[in-house]
């Protein structure tokens, strides 16, 4: 935490058995953060690893809030933006370290461009090497426009193209959540993040809500964060796969039109009986019985 007891930012990190990656992720905003007064929360998901120990033991300092359940990614950060007293949020994963002083360039980049409620800096993979942390809004057509992007950039022909246009600030759709830089007025006017979304496709549905009240979502490659992505997912893949549909699902109901939500359920429906089929237990049998699941995710206009 910074001396100034008026933060301006408040940096919320959600942990769930995070003890492999939370020390060099907390020492780089110790070590980093120095322009403007700040505070840090950190939620703790009911972790089992020993990584709320040994938070509350070598950073004091950061406030820790212990969850005996875990109720998800998007319900952890809203428990820390209620006690939250900065002006803006810095939401970051616990796979990430920061390599600059990044807060006074993002407040900065909020003063030039008022219309922006939500700016994701430039994330990096370890090796320096480009992370595309940006998509086009969920749709039929936005999912494979954004995975056409993720191929395209393994491709040396394309690579170049996508690689100068990350590296200008321009307006998004969508930037990942691994670091959201949002303004607390904003966050409070939306509820915080829907926690029927438990992981994944969160920041998307924030996003696109913070776009029908008329903001605008911007990607700044001014300042760059380190994410090593995957470390809470790896750790249970089968149920974050399942968690992964649910969430489709969900957002699909919640904002597409019911042509969509068929089309996509035929498509997974077919995806992955074709994959059982090759490999018997290449599919989980709970992922039929989300697909299947007409009474909570029924086929109907967006709410």
């Not at 809004?137 to 990350?166: C, D, M």
């Not at 549905?205 to 790896?234: F, N």
């Not at 009986?273 to 699941?293: D, E, G, K, Y």
Request: charged residues 20%; proline residues 5%; positive net charge.
């Amino acid at each position: 935490m910074s001396d100034d007891h008026s933060p301006l930012v408040s940096i919320i990190l959600v942990n769930y058995n995070g003890i492999a990656v939370i020390d060099p992720c907390l020492r780089s905003l110790q070590h980093f953060l120095h322009s403007v007064p700040y505070e840090v929360i950190i939620v703790d998901n009911c972790s089992t690893d020993g990584s709320a120990e040994f938070i509350e033991h070598h950073f004091p300092q950061f406030h820790l809030l212990r969850q005996t359940v875990n109720h998800g990614f998007g319900a952890g950060n809203n428990i820390g933006a209620r006690i939250a007293t900065g002006k803006f949020l810095l939401l970051l994963n616990t796979d990430t370290q920061l390599i600059s002083d990044i807060l006074l360039p993002l407040i900065l980049l909020m003063k030039q461009h008022p219309e922006a409620g939500i700016i994701g800096p430039k994330l990096l993979n370890p090796d320096g090497s480009l992370q595309l942390s940006t998509a086009w809004a969920v749709s039929w057509k936005g999912e494979f426009k954004t995975r056409q992007r993720l191929k395209q950039y393994e491709n040396p022909t394309h690579q170049r193209a996508i690689l100068q246009r990350f590296e200008q600030c321009h307006e998004v759709d969508v930037v990942v959540g691994a670091a959201l830089f949002i303004r607390k007025k904003l966050f409070d006017q939306l509820g915080g993040f829907d926690e029927q979304f438990f992981m994944y496709f969160e920041e998307s549905d924030l996003c696109r809500r913070a776009q029908m009240l008329g903001w605008k979502i911007l990607y700044t490659p001014e300042v760059s964060v380190i994410h090593v992505r995957g470390h809470s997912t790896d750790q249970i893949s089968t149920r974050m796969m399942i968690e992964y549909r649910r969430s489709q699902l969900y957002y699909y109901l919640k904002h597409r039109p019911l042509w969509e939500q068929i089309c996509l359920r035929l498509y997974l429906l077919v995806k992955f009986a074709i994959a059982t089929l090759r490999s018997p237990h290449s599919t989980p049998p709970q992922l039929f019985q989300v697909l299947l699941n007409f009474r909570h995710y029924p086929l109907k206009g967006p709410r």
